[in-house]
């Protein structure tokens, strides 16, 4: 890669099975697997895109949901330019489930970073109603965006 295009460290967050790993890999790839094997620690992807004519290259850390990696998230948020953080949102308790998520982390977060909520699996919630999540999206002061890395939708 020319190194006059400049770089950007993406971090994704979020418990075990939302969706991280599918995500990245629909983003990075174009496809996706039923039943991705579950991340352990991090997984780690460069991605070169164009934005607003521009390229950039993205290099995204896929880090793994389950509790005993929790304590990691701060060093791979370390010097990281964005964040996004994955709920499922078929599950009735995606905000709570946030609420001590973002809880373990939100002290360390570099002060520019750009902070995305990302409600996955809208695929299988199609009359899903957006308001808990674009109000904790609010609240935490984030964008917040509807995928599917089944159906591409939004990746």
């Not at 991705?36 to 290259?57: E, F, H, L, R």
Request: glycine share 6%; hydrophobic share 40%; charged share 20%.
């Amino acid at each position: 890669m020319d190194s006059d295009i400049p770089e950007f460290k993406v971090v994704t967050v979020g418990d075990s099975g939302v969706g991280k790993t599918s995500l990245v890999k629909r983003f990075s790839d174009g496809v996706f697997t039923e039943g991705a094997a579950t991340t352990i620690g991090a997984a780690y992807v460069k991605v070169d895109v164009v934005i607003a004519n521009s390229p950039i290259c993205l290099n995204i850390w896929d880090t793994a949901g389950q509790e005993r990696f929790q304590s990691l998230i701060p060093l791979y948020l370390r010097s990281a330019q964005a964040c996004i953080i994955v709920v499922d949102i078929s599950q009735k308790d995606a905000v709570s489930n946030l609420n001590v998520l973002f809880e373990n982390f939100k002290d360390i977060l570099p002060q520019d970073i750009c902070l995305v909520l990302a409600g996955n699996k809208k695929d299988l919630v199609p009359d899903y109603d957006p308001t808990p999540l674009l109000g904790w999206a609010d609240k935490n002061k984030m964008s917040c965006i509807f995928t599917s890395a089944k159906s591409a939708e939004k990746c």
